[in-house]
């Protein structure tokens, strides 16, 4: 039994971590396309490739990142019954 609550919350930790992912992606992809203009002026100005990406980069990971942020409290009881569940080895 308590392997099949510590894979169900394995699961969904997987889960709210591919959320975050693809959101991330998202938004680094939706912004590149809408403003690429600026991507293009960070290059013509002499930045590099890795540098011109870092607005969009530092965007994504905000919007990958917040949400779960919003959700710490919930997380943290999670996490804390876990590790109490563990901790008493109950069968």
Same mark, same amino acid.
């Given at each position: 039994?308590?392997?099949?609550?510590?894979?169900?919350?394995?699961?969904?930790?997987?889960?709210?971590?591919?959320?975050?992912?693809? #959101?991330?992606?998202?938004?680094? %992809? #939706?912004?590149?396309?809408?403003?690429?203009?600026? $991507?293009?002026?960070? %290059?013509?100005?002499?930045?590099?490739?890795?540098?011109?990406?870092?607005?969009?980069?530092?965007?994504?990971?905000?919007?990958?990142?917040?949400?779960?942020?919003?959700? $710490?409290?919930? $997380?943290? %009881?999670?996490?804390?019954? %876990?590790?109490?569940?563990?901790?008493?080895?109950?069968?």
């Amino acid at each position: 039994m308590r392997y099949f609550i510590l894979l169900l919350i394995l699961g969904l930790l997987a889960r709210k971590g591919y959320l975050a992912w693809r #959101r991330g992606r998202n938004a680094y %992809v #939706r912004d590149r396309e809408q403003y690429a203009t600026l $991507w293009e002026y960070l %290059v013509a100005n002499g930045a590099s490739e890795r540098e011109a990406c870092r607005p969009f980069l530092e965007r994504a990971v905000r919007r990958a990142v917040e949400p779960l942020l919003h959700q $710490w409290r919930f $997380w943290a %009881v999670i996490a804390a019954l %876990v590790v109490l569940y563990g901790l008493a080895g109950c069968e």
